[in-house]
Each structure stands twice: as structure tokens, then as C-alpha cells.
């Protein structure tokens, strides 16, 4: 089960602003008409209470977010860059590594922003003034926040596999799921609560093997502790 998961999120960069003049056959002179580029889209984490590991992201490890459009003539903006949305698991810690932010991704349909998309820069039209009637130039857009981010799931199993040492619990969990617990012939192999995912037609059930009971097992007994 995958419970541990590095990404890196690039969020949208802004469009550029347009250089631009209003040209018309009965208008020579036009003034500056260039628009504003979009904003860059945001890289957003949504709690998604389909999913019970981070299994995806060992296929996907880097995501980018989508680029403002860039202003046009005739005062046209560009378009704001669409969102990304990354589904996690709840339980999902997030911990953007540029500032060390924390985000604790728990309730369904919860989001968190972990890169927000650059602004947008401006045309030609918005440095016309007084003094300056016909500026030459425009803004470029900014680049939009990037980080390596940080995903732990803190997970809560749905059904515990508990019995004797030896009784064959990581075996049974190791055929009923693709984890992958220690497995020998001497008592105690199991030494922490290991965890797997059982796949269903409709659902994700997690699974926990957990160590042998015996008495005093609270105290550390048979565990190596004394």
C-alpha cells in the first residue's frame, strides 16, 4: 500500500498583455486598445473519498498547471487558465516543501491550494495617459508558484486481521491484497501494523495485519523489547 508520495506542482503562468492600437478606416490615429492577459491556474488538492492509498502517483509524479491566455486588440482579455485538481485520499498531508506550509486533507469534497497561478499582464491600454497616449509597450505575464509538495497518509483501517503469532494473518493479507508483509516460520515476523488494500467491484477496503497477541503484548512482549 502506497502511504507516502513526493510531487512536484507547477502551477499556470499569466498571459501576456497585448501592444495593440485601435485601427479603423475612418480612425488613423487610434489609440492603445491592447487587453490583459488571463491568470494562470491554480494546482489544487481535493479530498476524494473514492481513493484509499497514493498508488497513482507512482505513475505521476509531476503536474503543471494551465497558462493564461494572452490579451488581444480591440480591449480583448485572455482567458483565465483552467484549474488542476490532484484527487488524494482523505487523511492526506500535504506539506509544501518550498515554505513548509501543511495542509490536513480530511472531509470529502475539501480543497487546498497548493501553487496559485501567476497574474496576468497588463496591455498597452492600461499605461495610456495624459503625458503618455500611445505606450509601446505591455506587461508579461508572471510565472506561477512551483514547489515540491509532500503527500503522508494518515490511514484508519476498515477491518484488522488480529490472532495468534504464526496464524497466518500476513499470509492471508498478502493473497487478499498487493501488500506485502514479511512472511517466515517464526512467531512475531510482524513487528508494526501493515497495511493493504483489498480491491472490490464498487470499492477499496484497507486492511491491517497487525502484530500477535499474547499477554503482556501492551508492555512490548514477544516484540524484542526486553
Given at each position: 500500500m502506497q502511504d507516502r508520495a513526493r510531487i512536484y506542482v507547477q502551477a499556470g503562468g499569466g498571459g501576456n498583455g497585448c501592444l495593440s492600437f485601435r485601427r479603423e478606416a475612418h480612425v488613423p490615429k487610434g489609440g492603445p486598445d491592447g487587453g490583459d492577459g488571463g491568470r494562470?491556474?491554480?494546482?489544487?488538492?481535493?479530498?476524494?473519498?473514492?481513493?484509499?492509498?497514493?498508488?497513482?502517483?507512482?505513475?505521476?509524479?509531476?503536474?503543471?498547471?494551465?497558462?493564461?491566455?494572452?490579451?488581444?486588440?480591440a480591449l480583448r482579455?485572455?482567458?483565465?487558465?483552467?484549474?488542476?485538481?490532484?484527487?488524494?485520499?482523505?487523511?492526506?498531508?500535504?506539506?509544501?516543501?518550498?515554505?513548509?506550509?501543511?495542509?490536513?486533507?480530511?472531509?470529502?469534497?475539501?480543497?487546498?491550494?497548493?501553487?496559485?497561478?501567476?497574474?496576468?499582464?497588463?496591455?498597452?491600454?492600461?499605461?495610456?495617459?495624459p503625458t503618455h497616449q500611445t505606450p509601446?509597450?505591455?506587461?508579461?505575464?508572471?510565472s506561477g508558484e512551483e514547489s515540491w509538495i509532500t503527500l503522508q497518509l494518515k490511514l484508519l483501517a476498515d477491518a484488522g486481521l488480529v490472532g495468534l503469532p504464526n496464524a497466518g494473518k500476513s499470509s492471508l493479507l498478502a493473497r487478499l491484497t498487493r501488500a506485502h508483509p514479511k512472511v517466515a516460520s517464526y512467531p512475531f515476523t510482524t513487528l508494526e501494523p501493515v497495511l493493504g488494500t483489498l480491491e472490490l467491484d464498487d470499492r477499496q477496503l484497507v486492511i491491517a495485519d497487525i502484530p500477535g497477541l499474547i499477554e503482556g503484548a501492551s508492555a512490548g512482549a514477544g516484540l524484542g523489547h526486553d
Open positions: 494562470g491556474g491554480d494546482v489544487v488538492l481535493v479530498c476524494d473519498d473514492s481513493l484509499r492509498d497514493l498508488e497513482s502517483f507512482r505513475r505521476r509524479s509531476h503536474f503543471k498547471g494551465r497558462r493564461g491566455g494572452h490579451g488581444q486588440g482579455h485572455g482567458a483565465d487558465g483552467d484549474t488542476l485538481e490532484i484527487h488524494v485520499p482523505p487523511g492526506t498531508e500535504a506539506v509544501v516543501e518550498e515554505d513548509g506550509t501543511r495542509h490536513d486533507l480530511v472531509h470529502p469534497g475539501q480543497r487546498a491550494v497548493i501553487a496559485r497561478g501567476g497574474s496576468g499582464g497588463r496591455g498597452n491600454k492600461r499605461f495610456a495617459g509601446r509597450f505591455a506587461e508579461r505575464g508572471l
